[in-house]
Nanobody, 118 residues
Framework: QVDLVESGGGSVQAGGSLRLSCAVS????????IAWYRQAPGKQREWVAS????????????VYADFVRGRFTISRNNDKNTVYLQMNSLKPEDTAAYYC???????WGQGTQVAVSS
């Protein structure tokens, strides 16, 4: 069974920072694609960023949605089996519930809420 538990959400002012964590159990994140998504009230869930390792490689590749590139950074700690999303220069439009997902198993966490005030 694959479980993902997000934490680190909260309320900040525009321009502030938050770091979200996604603690994963049941799979080895160093061998899997883990992604962050978000869903704002009244909007569809959208992809934010992904991190993975190609076969035979130990370093991680990452990719970002255009609307967060340069502000958000996805990373992982393989020893802790945890994926992070460092969010800087937050904007009110970043307000949403943030979810992590194990792509291969299509497993989702319960989400953590981020609210950015202007």
């Amino acid at each position: 069974q694959v479980d993902l538990v997000e934490s680190g959400g909260g309320s900040v002012q525009a321009g502030g920072s938050l770091r979200l964590s996604c603690a994963v159990s049941g799979i080895d994140i160093s061998r899997n694609n883990i992604a962050w998504y978000r869903q704002a009230p009244g909007k569809q869930r959208e992809w934010v960023a992904s991190i993975w390792s190609s076969a035979g490689k130990t370093y991680a590749d990452s990719v970002y949605a255009d609307f967060v590139r340069g502000r958000f950074t996805i990373s992982r700690n393989n020893d802790k089996n945890t994926v992070y999303l460092q969010m800087n220069s937050l904007k009110p439009e970043d307000t949403a519930a943030y979810y992590c997902r194990s792509v291969a198993t299509d497993s989702w966490g319960q989400g953590t809420q981020v609210a950015v005030s202007s």
